[in-house]
C-alpha cells in the first residue's frame, strides 16, 4: 500500500460501539480491520510535522495496543512507509482486500498519511458513553467522562466538512443494535462490497455476543438521578442536535463551584479506581517513576499494569 491507498478508519468517541463494529467489518470476507490505532498519529504534530523516526520506533514498543497488532517493524522503512507498511501487515496477513482501522483520537491527522481515506464515524448517546467510561474507570464521574464525547463530536464536526461527500458514513449505534443487517448493508454499500451475513461470526472468535436492544439507552435504568440531570445541563444542546430525548427529570444549573467540585471529584475517583485495579504498590511506583522522569523503570511498571488491564478488558 503506498500513501495515496485508500483504507477504511471507524472513528468516534471511546465507549461507543466502535470495537462491536470493528469486529463486524473484520468478519466480513474482504475486509481486515485493525483494533485500537491511535499510534498511527498521535506522535505526530498538530501542523502534520511527522516524529523522529528512531523514537517512534522505540515508542511503539511500549504502546500496549500496538504490542497487540502483532506488527513488525521494519527499521528500513521512514514514517509514512511504516505506517502503511502496518496496514498492509494487516490486510496481507487476513488475505482481504480492504484494509482499516479504529482510531478514537486526533483522527483528523489521518488526512496528513492518507489524504483519500474513507471514514465510518459511529456515534452513541453520550449519556450511554459517559456511564460506560465510568465503568472503565478513564473518568470519576459521568459529567467529566462525558468530555470523550464531546471531543469526538468536535472534533468530527471540523473535520467532516474537509471530506469529500462520498468518504464518509454516519452510524448511529443505537439503530446498529436495533437493525444490525439495516446498518451493515448500508455500510458494504458504502465501501462498495456485497453485505455478507459472515459479519456476525465475530460470536465465534470474540466475547462480544450479538446485538440485543436491552443495550440502548443503559442510562435510563444504571445513572442516577443527579447525573442525568448535571449532565443534561452540560450536553443539552447537543443532545438534542444528534436526535435523543432529554428526560423528563427538573432542569438544574451546575454553577462554577460545582463543576470546579466534580472535576477534583473525578481525579480523586480516577486515582482510588486505579488503586483498586492494581494495587498500591504498582500505582504509587507508576507516578513516581513518571513524575521522576526514569523512563526504563516506569515502562517496566507500565508493561505490568498493561497485564492486568489486559486480562479485565473485554
Same mark, same amino acid.
Given at each position: 500500500m503506498n500513501s495515496n491507498s485508500t483504507p477504511v478508519f471507524l472513528v468516534g468517541s471511546v465507549r461507543s $460501539?466502535?470495537?462491536?463494529?470493528?469486529?463486524?467489518?473484520?468478519?466480513?470476507?474482504?475486509?481486515?480491520?485493525?483494533?485500537?490505532?491511535? %499510534?498511527?498519529?498521535?506522535?505526530?504534530? /498538530?501542523? $502534520?510535522? %511527522?516524529?523522529?523516526?528512531?523514537?517512534?520506533?522505540? =515508542?511503539?514498543?511500549? /504502546?500496549?495496543v500496538f504490542r497487540h497488532s502483532n506488527?513488525?517493524?521494519?527499521?528500513?522503512?521512514?514514517?509514512?512507509?511504516?505506517?502503511?507498511? %502496518?496496514?498492509?501487515?494487516?490486510? +496481507?496477513? /487476513?488475505?482481504?482486500? #480492504?484494509? $482499516?482501522?479504529?482510531?478514537?483520537?486526533? %483522527?483528523?491527522?489521518?488526512r496528513y498519511i492518507w489524504p483519500h481515506a474513507k471514514y465510518i464515524y459511529i456515534y452513541r448517546d453520550p449519556r450511554d458513553v459517559a456511564n460506560s467510561v465510568v465503568h472503565m474507570g478513564w473518568a470519576g464521574n459521568v459529567y467529566v467522562a462525558a468530555d470523550h464525547w464531546v471531543d469526538a463530536e468536535r472534533e468530527w464536526a471540523q473535520f467532516r466538512p474537509q471530506l469529500h461527500d462520498k468518504n464518509w458514513i454516519e452510524v448511529r449505534y443505537e439503530e446498529l443494535i436495533a437493525d444490525s443487517a439495516r446498518e451493515l448493508r448500508r455500510i458494504c454499500d458504502f465501501l462498495q462490497v456485497a453485505y455478507c451475513d459472515g459479519m456476525f461470526d465475530y460470536i465465534k472468535t470474540s466475547t462480544y455476543t450479538l446485538p440485543d436492544i436491552r443495550l440502548n439507552y443503559q442510562w435510563k435504568t444504571k445513572m442516577a438521578r443527579e447525573d442525568v440531570q448535571r449532565l443534561e445541563f452540560k450536553l443539552s444542546e447537543q443532545i438534542a442536535a444528534r436526535g435523543y430525548t432529554l428526560s423528563n427529570y427538573p432542569k438544574i444549573a451546575v454553577s462554577g463551584i460545582t463543576r +470546579?467540585?466534580?472535576?477534583?471529584?473525578?481525579?480523586?475517583?480516577?486515582?482510588?479506581?486505579?488503586?483498586?485495579?492494581?494495587?498500591?504498590?504498582?500505582?504509587?511506583?507508576?507516578?513516581?517513576?513518571?513524575?521522576?522522569? =526514569?523512563?526504563?523503570?516506569?515502562?517496566? #511498571?507500565?508493561?505490568?499494569?498493561?497485564? #492486568?488491564? /489486559?486480562?479485565?478488558?473485554k
Open positions: $460501539g466502535t470495537t462491536l463494529l470493528r469486529l463486524m467489518l473484520d468478519h466480513h470476507p474482504n475486509m481486515a480491520f485493525n483494533l485500537e490505532s491511535e %499510534f498511527l498519529v498521535t506522535r505526530m504534530s /498538530d501542523n $502534520g510535522q %511527522f516524529p523522529e523516526i528512531r523514537k517512534y520506533r522505540e =515508542w511503539l514498543t511500549c /504502546d500496549r506488527f513488525h517493524i521494519d527499521e528500513s522503512l521512514d514514517y509514512v512507509e511504516l505506517l502503511n507498511d %502496518f496496514l498492509n501487515q494487516k490486510r +496481507n496477513r /487476513d488475505n482481504k482486500v #480492504i484494509v $482499516g482501522a479504529t482510531v478514537h483520537l486526533e %483522527f483528523w491527522k489521518l +470546579n467540585w466534580l472535576y477534583l471529584q473525578s481525579r480523586l475517583n480516577k486515582f482510588l479506581f486505579r488503586l483498586k485495579r492494581y494495587g498500591t504498590a504498582l500505582t504509587l511506583q507508576e507516578t513516581l517513576f513518571r513524575r521522576l522522569g =526514569w523512563k526504563e523503570l516506569h515502562q517496566d #511498571i507500565m508493561r505490568k499494569m498493561d497485564s #492486568i488491564t /489486559d486480562m479485565l478488558l
